[in-house]
C-alpha cells in the first residue's frame, strides 16, 4: 500500500498517538535535559520531547506499552516540576 507523499509512517515499534503533558518551570534546556532523562526511563517509554515555547512534553510509548498517569506525574514532579495536564490519546 503506497502512503501520500511527504506522510510520516511511525514506525512499527512506537505508538502512532503521543501523550501530551502541560509542565509548570520548563523553560530551560538543562531543565528540558532532566525532565526527558526522568520520564525517558518510565517503562514503555519511546521518546520524550520537550517544546520549551508551549511548556508540553511530548512522550511517545513503545507499541503495545501503557505508562499510568500517576507514574508520569510521579517522574515529573521527582524532576523539579509540577504536572498541569496529562493528555492521553483517545483510543
Not at 50 to 56: F, S
Not at 62 to 74: D, I, M, N, P, Y
Amino acid at each position: 500500500t503506497a502512503s501520500p507523499v511527504g506522510a510520516q509512517q511511525t514506525p512499527p515499534n512506537i505508538s502512532a498517538q503521543p501523550i501530551i503533558i502541560r509542565v509548570d518551570g520548563a523553560s530551560c534546556p538543562f531543565c528540558a535535559f532532566g525532565l526527558e532523562k526522568r520520564l525517558g526511563q518510565l517503562e514503555g517509554v519511546a521518546s520524550v520531547r520537550l517544546e520549551m515555547k508551549d511548556g508540553e512534553v511530548i512522550v511517545t510509548l513503545k507499541k503495545g506499552a501503557s505508562v499510568s498517569e500517576q507514574a508520569l506525574r510521579q517522574a515529573i514532579e521527582d524532576a523539579g516540576f509540577t504536572p498541569r495536564e496529562i493528555i492521553f490519546p483517545k483510543p
